[in-house]
């Protein structure tokens, strides 16, 4: 099992919208809003790279979403 986590800034005032989107993506494990330099920040799994690559690049492509940093698990 592949598991990244993916801290999100999103557009100012779009937090609640792009977090209800994020959490219906299927291999969405977690999703939550913070506080600080990143709005929201998500927990995702899969089954190997290729498709956790996939993922990531999903979630890069939603409307109002500005930046994001990936961090891979390594186990």
Known sequence: ????YV???VEPG?????LAELKQITNVKEACRV????D?????EAEDHEKLR???SRIRHIQR????T?????E
């Open 54 to 56: 996939t993922m990531i």
């Open 7 to 9: 801290l999100l800034t």
């Open 40 to 44: 929201i920040v998500v927990r995702i």
């Open 65 to 68: 979403i500005r930046s994001t």
């Open 70 to 74: 990936t961090l891979i698990v390594w």
């Open 1 to 4: 099992m592949q598991i990244a």
């Open 14 to 18: 779009y937090e609640d919208e792009t």
């Open 35 to 38: 506080y600080g330099v990143y």
